[in-house]
Structures are given as structure tokens and as C-alpha cells.
């Protein structure tokens, strides 16, 4: 039973790496190389894609999207943490931690639904390859991604409204952002009904988009399955390839992190999982694309040929 001796709290305290007091300046390092990678990779992109006609496809404008919003909400967290690394405030107030939530689950929730956007225009180009650009116009492309970013904003207000009406007794956020279960922790009151409610939510927006993908890469498996020539076959795949690599990674991390029993993990075992989500997978994202993706390479390349030339 948590305590009824309700304060008035007007700020939080993010208590960060506090446990890794010694190594905070290694983390600053470690942190900072795939942030600045990321925002470099998702920007050139985002560039490539915009100049080159080459890539003026469903797929790489999806591509552009994820990029764009992997970009934002790495912003919404990463430049907190790297500041409080090096010795800064730690304290973020109510509205500001109610925002930097916002936009966390919005560009998140944004990102689980674009790659199942991707997943579906990935199903109709090897499945029904003849009626491809009849299905995936720029019509149909836009509406995909509105309602990717639709259903990131309804939930993020969803999930914001109801966790910062609860009362707070105490201040220390044990996480290095402001996210869903750390501030609900706070709570005076029994948070039961936010919990289901979380979790709800998590299925909706993990299972479901999971499930989509399951289903379009059983559909182009057996598809490339029935391909005759072992190259059609080879070539199919590898334009899936990227895809997938990103969505094990992205829908893993996600699932550990939302799906799972509340006190499983330690503190420290939950901050890692965070690390994953919030460094490592946008940072997948520029890394599998350009390196595993020979269209983004070679307009790459013809970019930096223009501009040398």
C-alpha cells in the first residue's frame, strides 16, 4: 500500500548512470560516437533520397519517414542524458518530463508502424509485382504514414494524460529519461489501472505491427519460395533483407522492454534494455541501409561524385 501523505511535487530528478559514477565520462564517449553517427547517417538519408530520382520510390520514402522520425526522437532523449553525463542539472520539471514522454511514445509508437508500412510495401512488390505501383501509390504511401503518425500521437496523449494525473510523492525518476513505468513508480496511489492500461497499449502497438510483419514475410517467403531462377530468388530477398534485420532488432528491444513482467529486471538490467532502443536501434537504421542496400550505396556514391565534380 503506498503512503496518502500526497505533496505538491513540481520537478523530478533523473537519476540517470548514478550507479556508474566512476565511468560517466566513458559513457558520455560511448554514447555520443552513435548519436552523432545516427544523426548523420538518418540526415544523409534523408538527403540522398530527397535529391536522387533513382529513389523516388514507396521504399525509400517510407525510408525518409523513419529516418526523419528516428532522428526526433532521438533528440527527445539523448541530449538530456548526455548533458547529465558530464555534470549538468538533472532535474527536469513536470511539463518538461510530461513532453519529453510525448514525443518518446509518439515518434516510438510512429516508428513500430512505419516498419510495418514498409513490411506491407515490401509483400506487394515481390507478391503482386505486376499491380505494385498501382497499389502503393503516393496516394496510398501518404495515408500510411499519417496514420502511423496518427496512431503514435493518440497514444502518446493517451499515455501522458493518464500517467501525470496521478499524484506524486517522490521526485527520483530511476531511468535517464522520462519514461512510462520509472514515473508511474512515483505514484502515492496504487498505479494498477495505468499498469493494465501500459500494457494494453504495448500489445496494441508491439503484437499487432509484430503480427502484420510475421504475416508479409510468410507471403513473400513462399513467394520467392516459387521464384524459378535461384538469382530472381536471391535478388527478391536481398531487397528485404535491411528490412527485417531492423524490425528484429527494433520489435525485440520494444517487447523486453514493455511486454514483460514488471520486477523482472533490476534497475540497471532495465537501463540497458532502454540503451538498446534509444542508441543502438536508430543507429541500426542509416547503419543496414546504406551498407546493406546497393540502391542507397550507389546514389551515395553519385552524390559524392557531383559534389567532387
Not at 565520462?25 to 535529391?51: D, K
Not at 513473400?220 to 516459387?226: A, N, Q, R
Amino acid at each position: 500500500m503506498k503512503s496518502e501523505n500526497h505533496t505538491l511535487t513540481t520537478e523530478f530528478v533523473l537519476q540517470g548512470f548514478s550507479s556508474f559514477h566512476e565511468h560517466q565520462l566513458t559513457l558520455f564517449v560511448m554514447f555520443l560516437a552513435p548519436y552523432i553517427l545516427t544523426l548523420a547517417g538518418n540526415i544523409i538519408i534523408v538527403i540522398i533520397i530527397r535529391i536522387d530520382h533513382h529513389l523516388h520510390t514507396p521504399m525509400y520514402f517510407f525510408l525518409s519517414m523513419l529516418s526523419t522520425s528516428e532522428t526526433i526522437y532521438t533528440l527527445v532523449i539523448l541530449p538530456r542524458m548526455l548533458s547529465s553525463l558530464v555534470g549538468m542539472s538533472q532535474s527536469i520539471s513536470l511539463a518538461g518530463c510530461a513532453t519529453q514522454m510525448f514525443f518518446f511514445v509518439t515518434f516510438g509508437i510512429t516508428n513500430c508502424f512505419l516498419l510495418t508500412a514498409m513490411g506491407y510495401d515490401r509483400y506487394v512488390a515481390i507478391c503482386r509485382p505486376l499491380r505494385y505501383t498501382v497499389i502503393m501509390n503516393r496516394r496510398v504511401c501518404i495515408q500510411l504514414v499519417w496514420g502511423a503518425c496518427s496512431i503514435g500521437l493518440i497514444v502518446a496523449m493517451t499515455q501522458v494524460t493518464s500517467v501525470f494525473r496521478l499524484p506524486f510523492c517522490a521526485t527520483k525518476v530511476a531511468h535517464f529519461f522520462c519514461d512510462i513505468r520509472p514515473v508511474m513508480e512515483l505514484s502515492c496511489i496504487d498505479t494498477t489501472v495505468n499498469e493494465i492500461l501500459t500494457l494494453i497499449i504495448s500489445v496494441f502497438v508491439l503484437v499487432v505491427p509484430m503480427g502484420l510483419v510475421f504475416i508479409s514475410y510468410v507471403l513473400i517467403i513462399s513467394t520467392i519460395l516459387k521464384i524459378a531462377s535461384a538469382e530472381g530468388g536471391k535478388k527478391a530477398f536481398a531487397t528485404c533483407a535491411s528490412h527485417l534485420t531492423v524490425v528484429i532488432v527494433h520489435y525485440g528491444c520494444a517487447s523486453i522492454a514493455y511486454l514483460k513482467p514488471k520486477s523482472e529486471n533490476s534497475k540497471d538490467e532495465d537501463q540497458l534494455i532502454s540503451v538498446t532502443y534509444t542508441v543502438v536501434t536508430p543507429l541500426l537504421n542509416p547503419v543496414v541501409y546504406t551498407l546493406r542496400n546497393k540502391e542507397a550505396k550507389d546514389a551515395l556514391l553519385r552524390a559524392i561524385g557531383r559534389k567532387l565534380s
